[in-house]
């Protein structure tokens, strides 16, 4: 049986979805000095970056039981890091309920994003890039603090995140790249763009694709997207997921993805004093 998932049909898309999307989040909990809280049931990671996509729970299969517990053991953890988390819940998070249970213990439904996938069979391999456009995947040290300066700003993190995630990219460090590449996109050598690929359970999953305002609207997103899961296929890989903000939506949808769902973010910040 191939170790790939084939077709954006296949019964275990939606398993190995989940997967793909826990393993790129939960790897900022497992690095040294934050926080990865993984059962079967649910994954919880904590870091100390001040932005709530970098803190909360990512996998919910819990019993109708275990949620409250769950929800005060969240509660801890965001008081003691004093960072604001996501509880991110999907087409798969169990209890069917949980939202509601979600926002009847105050955390409340704060955006959105929409789950996506493309057969790579269908990625078009003949597009132009962008004028003065290259692609590098970061391999040192130095190229690293530049994609997570890089990522900080066309992310538009609040500023105040742009040295702690610094600090987390450098202690994730440098991924074998059979597991996970980040990218960089540079035109004229000026470092302007990102993309992280992940490489789990079966599918090439596609993560913090960003790109300086200045830069935007010319095609730079869409290449940062296409180039990693052409690398992908070309190891094998049949199928590309991504969750999309609603600014990145149409950029995939030109690209040959289609929406599965979406995953509900619940905010919960931390109690002051």
Known sequence: ?????????????????DANLVEFWATYGRAPNYEAYEREDIV?????????????????????????????????????????????????SKPHDLSTRLEQAGLAQAGYVTNMVV????????????????????????????????VAIGSELPPNANEPLR????????????LS??????????PVATSVLVLHAGVAGIYAVSTLEAYRQRGIGAAMTRLPLLDAHVLGYQVGTLQATQMGEPI?????FYDIGRIDLHLLAPEAG
């Open 252 to 256: 995939y949808r030109r690209l040959g």
């Open 167 to 178: 600090v987390l990219e450098q202690a994730v460090g440098i991924r074998p790249k059979h």
């Open 181 to 190: 590449r980040r990218y960089i996109g540079y035109v004229n050598d000026v």
């Open 44 to 92: 919880r990671c904590m870091t100390d970056v001040p932005f709530p996509l970098f803190n909360g729970v990512y996998y919910t299969q819990l019993n109708h039981d275990a949620v409250a517990t769950e929800i005060e053991k969240l509660k801890a953890a965001v008081q003691r890091w004093q960072m604001a988390a996501f509880w991110w819940v999907g087409p798969s």
């Open 119 to 150: 057969n790579l069979n269908d990625l078009d391999t003949d597009t132009p890039l962008p004028p003065e456009f290259s692609l590098q995947v970061v391999e040192d040290k130095e190229t690293l603090d530049t994609w997570a300066h890089v």
């Open 1 to 17: 049986m191939s170790v790939f998932v084939d077709n954006v049909s296949a019964p275990e898309l939606m398993p190995a979805f």
